[in-house]
Structures are given as C-alpha cells and as structure tokens.
C-alpha cells in the first residue's frame, strides 16, 4: 500500500531526498491483540504471540514503527514487585517492591534474561528483527528510572519519601536505572533501538524542579548509554511537559512523542530545531471515541502545525492507543498520511481540511 | 490579626507547606488555647487545602504537592476532630462513592478528588481502582449517597460509565444521586452523551461541581 519501506522513507527524508509520505506511527500498544485474535494475557508468557501480534498489526496497518513493549510495570516486577495480568487487558500493578525505608537497601538490579518477564520480550525481540526488521525500525519500551522508581516503591509513598527523604529516592533511583540500563543493552544486543515511557515526569505531576533533580540525572544516564552504543531513543513523557521540553531536547534525543495536551505549534517552535517531534492526534477523544472524519481532520490539523519542523515530524498519537481503537480510525490516520504525501504542501492540507463535512454539534 | 486569627493562619500555612508533624503541634496548642476545634478545622486546615487547590489550579502546586499537604491536613484533623461538639460529629454530612471504574489502572486523579471532596465536608466512600459497574450502584444504595464520581484515565473503561449511568435509573436511584465523571479520556460532551450530571476536569472543579449540583454553598465539613 506504500510505495517505500518506514526504513527506505526514513533514511530518504533524513537525506533531504524524496519520499512517498511522512511517517506515520498511531501507536497501537496492546491492541496488536485484536489484530492477531489472541488474549493479551498471552503476551506475558509467549514471545512468539508477543512478536506475531506486532508483525500482524505492523502488515495490516503499515506504519512505520513496531515496539514490543506491554505496559509500565514490567521492570519493577523484574525486581519483586507485584503485577495482576488480566486475561484479556494491560497489567496492573498490585504491590511494589519493597515497602519500608530500610528494604531499599535489599534492591537489586534487574537480570533482564532471568526476571519477570523482560525474558519473554527479549525473546519477542528475535522473532521481530527476524521477521520484519530489514523494513522497519524496531523498538525495545521501556519505562524511564524515575517513573520505575515509583513502582518500586508504591506511587503515593514514593511521593512522600521524594519529599522527606531525597537520599533515599536517589537510592531508589539509582538501582531502578541500573535495571534500565540492563534492559537496554539487552535489547541493542538484540538489534533493537531503546524508546523510553516517562509518564511520572510529567508536569501534571511533579514539579519541573522535582524533574530536574530527580529524573534528569538519570534520564541523561539511560540516553548516554544508548548514544554510547551508536542508538538514540526517542522519549514520551504524557500530559503536561512545557516548561521541560529544553531539559527533554537538550538530551540530546533521536525525538520526543508528546501528548495530545501541548500545544504542537509551540513544541516545535520552542524545540523542533533540537530533536524531532512526534504526536499528538488524540488518542482517547478522537482514535477511540471519534469517527474516521474527527481522525482526519485532527491528522492534519497536526501536520499543518507539525510538518515544517527542522529536524523532522512523525504523525502519531498522543499516547498509545487505547486497546479497543476501531482499526477504521487507524486506517483513517494511515490513508491521511499517505493522502498529503510528501513533501507536504501545506495548502493542499489546507484544501483537505475544508472538504471534510463539518461535524455533528456537541460531538 | 488577633491571637486566634495567627493560630488558624499557622495551621494554613502547614497544610500548604505540606508540614504533617509541625501541624500535629500547632492543633494541639490551638485546642489548649481554648478555641473551637470547628474554627480550626475550617478557618485552618480546610482554608490550607483550599488555597493548595489554587496553587494547583495555577499550576504552581502538582499533583504530588497535594498529596502531601492531605497528609499535613489528615494530620491535623486526627488532633482536632476528637474536640468537636458531639452534634457535630454526629452530623450527617453528605454521602459520596468514589472510584475507578472497571478495567482502569490509574488512581492518582480519584485519590485527589476523594481528597478535596473530604475537606469540603463529604463523608467518601472510596472503592478503589478497579470497580465492577455493579458496584458502584451497591455502594450507592448501601450508604444512601447522593453522589457517585467516576474516573478513568483509559478509554477501554469510557463505555462503562454509562453503563454505570444507567444502571442507577434501572434503581430509581437517578432522581437522588448525582454523577459527576472525570479522566483525560472524557469530557463534558461525553459526560452528556451517558447522561451522567457533569464532567470536571480536576479534583478542584470536582468540588465546585459536586457543591452546585447538591446545592451547598458553603463548606458542610463539622
């Protein structure tokens, strides 16, 4: 359905020459499930149903990046924290690791080949470079040391010890980074490029001041590994991020997803000459609960603000999707991509926008 | 500002500086002074949430910060509340249920509503993350609430708030209860949609709301 590969449209547009489309990525996470027709229960256990529903959904959709990567929790259950797997939705977190100040000390890094279930993605890894990865990028989640940190600890308590008692967190910190670090070089061995979930860096709920001494320090360790090693991941942090989006850029970072709350416009102003951005069609209001038009008219109302950003701009999703996204909306935010080409003429955009019938009211 | 005006500021500005010890002190002189433990607990640590939210709705406050101040106000009350006037505790405040509805993992967003409908003087009933739609409609009936909230930070659970909606008019419970929902994925448009009596985008609107909607201008907290 396109005429190049996400690799071939990657490197042709990083080379300045031509391409059939911008890339396009919706984000589908857990909902690969419903593409292959298995239980996400499954993708706990089965690598290979892990990496099928990955390659089922990349053929079905053709976007342009897969990622094995199920939900938050997984590395601090690698460590001893509890998680509840539902037959057929994303895990929960049921009990951290560790639950008293001196049992911090009792952390140790995660062995990514023995714990939990970061051996069954390692392996989900294989089937997917095997299968798909001379034609698109393939990406090892994982979840970023200060919001693993939390679930180590518990989300509430881990509040109040980053309050009384920074030495401690910076303790919990330091061995939650040692995991992702681990888990890292895990995945590049494997030929996988890192992308990294900070979703409680965001300033919905800490400070950027709490951020900065905190999360940054060991943020910027993860992403310099990564770099050391040749890789760059690109990083998502949700909700609210403005007043970080320097410290985020300033990293140095392959690019940086952003949620459907910015303003894309000033993103790209503020920092689009530092990485590229990614984002940020509404994943809940408009890929789950919008029509095929919403979709339409929210892609390119982001491409119009997005697609002249200097280090580039991928179409994508606020966040993941949802798991019951209607796979008609999907389609709809791959047809538009594929609808405005390459390079983008922003009043064909334009001309776009103003042919699609005007929504219900109140919708 | 008189001895016990300075005395209730103390204890506001504990709350918003997230001081749960130093307020542990601060009620317990108050109470020696011989001042009314109401007072304290309106004119100090409800005052201190208050303009916590504020600093929140201006986003010099984050979600993090007013947990911590909860705790400085949970501290405070656990000092003052043993002093009120018998009729005062024994009051009947006004019955809310609280949780996440079925299939969601996120609680941070409930836990802060539950916190600020506590201060403005809701006795909450708080079910937690991961509630059956049944449930809530239980819940409600059991403690003759006459206010359901419901969260939801996933989408998958979007759908089962109306179906939570529904369920207490199948009970004739509609006439009594009202439904306040919140969440990143929903919004006063799909809040009409399920039929549901508001939409509020955090857990300071949550308050405001929940106040219009059961018509209580003022703080009930005794």
């Known amino acids: 359905m396109d005429a190049m590969t996400p690799l071939e449209r990657a490197a042709a547009i990083a080379k300045g020459e031509a391409a059939d489309r911008l890339p396009c990525n919706p984000n589908v996470a857990n909902g690969a499930a419903r593409v292959l027709g298995c239980k996400i229960s499954a993708f706990n256990t089965d690598a290979k149903t892990l990496a099928q529903a990955q390659i089922a959904s990349y053929r079905r959709f053709g976007y342009d990046g897969v990622r094995i990567f199920t939900d938050l929790f997984a590395w601090a259950e690698a460590m001893g924290a509890k998680v509840a797997c539902p037959d057929d939705h994303t895990a929960d977190l049921a009990a951290p690791a560790v639950t008293s100040l001196a049992a911090i000390d009792g952390l140790r890094p995660a062995d990514p080949r023995k714990n939990g279930r970061l051996p069954v993605y390692l392996e989900a890894m294989d089937h997917l470079v095997e299968a798909i990865g001379h034609e698109v990028g393939c990406a090892a989640g994982i979840v970023g040391p200060f919001t693993n940190a939390f679930f180590l600890y518990g989300v509430d308590e881990a509040f109040r010890l980053l309050r ?174 594929r609808e405005v080409g390459y390079p983008v003429d922003p009043d064909k955009v334009r001309a776009m926008l103003a042919a699609i019938p005007d929504a219900a009211p109140g919708a | 500002m008189n001895e016990r005006e ?82 005062a505790k024994n009051a009947r405040k006004p019955r809310a249920v609280i949780g996440v509805v079925e299939g969601d993992t996120h609680d941070i967003g409930k836990n802060l509503v539950k916190i600020m409908l506590e201060t403005a003087g809701f006795e909450m009933h708080d079910l937690g993350r991961d509630v059956p739609v049944a449930d809530f409609v239980a819940k409600a009936k059991e403690v003759e609430a006459s206010l359901v909230c419901l969260s939801t930070l996933m989408t998958t659970t979007m759908t089962n708030m109306g179906r939570i909606v529904a369920l207490l008019e199948q009970e004739n419970l509609r006439d009594t209860v009202k439904v306040i929902i919140g969440g990143a994925p929903v919004s006063a448009a799909f809040a009409r949609k399920i039929g549901a009596d508001g939409y509020a985008g955090n857990a300071v609107e949550a308050v405001g709301m929940a106040k219009r909607l059961l018509g209580l201008e003022t703080p009930v907290l005794a």
């Not at chain 1, 603000?305 to 796979?327: I, N, R």
């Not at chain 2, 979600?63 to 000092?79: F, H, I, K, P, R």
Request: hydrophobic fraction near 40%; aromatic fraction near 6%.
């Open chain 2, 6 to 87: 300075a005395r209730l500021r103390q204890l506001s500005d504990s709350v918003v500086n997230m001081d749960d010890e130093g307020i542990v002190e601060l009620s317990r002189n108050y109470i020696q002074a011989g001042h009314p433990a109401l007072d304290g607990i309106l004119g100090g640590l409800v005052d201190g949430m208050s303009r916590a939210g504020a600093l929140y709705e201006e986003e010099e406050y984050f979600v993090s910060d007013l947990l911590l101040c909860s705790d400085a106000m949970y501290a405070g009350l656990g000092e003052l509340t043993p002093h009120l006037p018998e009729e």
């Open chain 1, 164 to 337: 009384k008692n920074p030495a401690a967190f910076h303790k919990l910190c330091r061995v939650s980074l040692e995991t992702c670090l681990a888990y890292a070089e895990a995945a590049m061995a494997k030929g996988l490029t890192p992308t990294i979930s900070e979703p409680m860096s965001s300033c919905t709920v800490v400070s950027p001041a709490a951020f900065r001494e905190f999360s940054l320090p060991y943020l910027r360790e993860l992403v310099d590994f990564i770099k050391a090693a040749g890789r760059s991941p690109v990083i998502h942090i949700c909700g609210a991020t403005q007043k970080i989006w320097h410290d985020v850029a300033d990293l140095g970072v392959a690019g940086f997803s952003v949620d459907n709350v910015v303003d894309l416009k000033d993103c790209c102003r503020a920092i689009g000459s530092k990485t590229k951005i990614l984002g940020h069609v509404d994943p809940a209001g408009i890929m789950y609960g919008g029509t095929p038009a919403d979709v339409r008219r929210r892609t390119l109302e982001c491409i119009l603000d997005a697609h002249d950003s200097p280090k580039g701009y991928v179409v994508m999703s606020g966040c993941s999707l949802p798991v019951e996204t209607p796979f008609h909306n999907i389609d709809a935010m791959m047809r538009t991509a």
